[in-house]
């Protein structure tokens, strides 16, 4: 069992930066797969960056690459999300989530913590 918690959501104007954090609960943390979904206002979830277990594997959704850098840290339980140059478009609601490794499901999710970029 994994429980995520996320923070560091907040009220940006474009082209600034947030850096969002997610923490996790579970000794196993380090056997997962680690998300960022993004949820912007009547659109539907997307995945727009994951990390594989030891921060070998990362992922961008076009619409973020080059903008946004995801990183984790074992020793902390925690992973981060990096995002700069921000843009209106990339308002909404943004949740961690965490698969087994080799697995295609998201199984855990955080409550999701809001960012609104603000032109």
């Known amino acids: 069992q994994v429980q995520l918690n996320e923070s560091g959501g907040g009220l940006v104007q474009a082209g600034g930066s947030l850096r969002l954090s997610c923490a996790a609960s579970?000794?196993?943390?380090?056997?997962?797969?680690m998300g960022w979904f993004r949820q912007a206002p009547g659109k539907e979830r997307e995945l727009i960056s994951f990390?594989?277990?030891?921060?070998?594997?990362?992922s961008y959704a076009g619409s973020v690459k080059g903008r946004f850098t995801i990183s984790r840290d074992n020793a902390k339980n925690m992973v981060y999300l990096q995002m700069n140059s921000l843009k209106p478009e990339d308002t909404g609601v943004y949740y961690c989530?965490?698969?087994?490794?080799?697995?295609?499901?998201?199984?855990?999710w955080g409550q999701g913590t809001q960012v609104i970029v603000s032109s």
């Open positions: 989530a965490a698969k087994r490794s080799g697995t295609i499901e998201y199984e855990y």
């Open positions: 579970g000794r196993t943390f380090s056997a997962y797969t």
């Open positions: 990390v594989d277990w030891n921060g070998g594997t990362l």
